[in-house]
């Protein structure tokens, strides 16, 4: 029996108290599962946006999307996740990862590092903060997020929640430039995670993030920006991406069920300006999450 969908939507701007309780409440009012913010210079500060957001709610987990471990001291960090917790009763999923942008950590004059000190400072970050919320009797689900191997091996190890981007670093970027990765690579990512998991107890719920989405019968009218800007994709190219929702109310809603087929993908996220054109396919998966994908892209099978 596969397991069912959750959906979250992560919210990416500041707003004043009546706004921010409003955009929460309209999260709530779509059927999402999970109000989610980022960790990103610019944007929304993730702890005290959490709370106001369990205050606006009553039913929607709420949760960091992810956190960027080198802006954060552990001690410090497990100070606000067990506050966090108790404010918001009980709903706090906490997600952390290496962060990626390296523009943010200059701004904030904090270091950097390679990618192997990122991934070192996440793994003490993870086995500090553990220790912490264990001696505070703070059981939060985690989730970890990241695509490389050491950290797909921490979060087999850790995780509750593992959340694949479905796309990766632009060489040499250092304002976060991503591109995606296509179905085989991310079949390969998701089975090297299987090998790393192998031997939990307890299946870790998967989570991918989802870059666009567009419920039109004009797929390539809705997808002409990104393509003008990105010369080197094709439009059947960016359609078989697993991060782009672009297509009718059916193929869309058969996708996301054949995301979970191939992939094992039950929890998926949506930014903040997809969240109303992603409603109805909540709804939809809502009143019939179990119906055979038919999707002509994704199918069921690995290629």
Known sequence: MPRPFRFGASLLTSAPADEWRARCRRVEELGYDVILVPDHLGMVAPFPALVAAADATERPRVGTFVLNAGFWNPTLLAREVTTTDELTGGRLELGLGTGYVRAEHDTAGLPFGSPGERVDQLRCTIDELGRLLDAAKCRVPLLLGGNGDRVLRLTAEHADIAAFAGASLEPGSTEGRLAPVDAAGLDQR??????????????????????????????????????????????????????????????????????????????????????????????????????????PLLGSSHE
């Open 190 to 295: 998701v089975a090297r995670y299987r090998e790393f998991a192998a031997g939990r107890a307890e299946p870790a719920e998967l989570n991918l993030l989802i870059q666009r989405v567009a419920v039109t019968d004009d797929p390539a009218s809705a997808l002409r920006p990104l393509l003008d800007r990105r010369p080197d994709l094709t439009l059947e190219h960016v359609l078989d991406l697993p991060v782009m929702l672009v297509g009718s109310l059916e193929e869309i809603t058969a996708k996301v069920r054949a995301l979970r087929d191939r992939y094992g993908f039950s929890y998926l996220t949506v930014l903040e300006p997809y969240m109303e054109a992603f409603a109805p396919v909540v709804g939809e998966l809502r009143r019939n999450p179990l119906a055979a994908p038919a999707h």
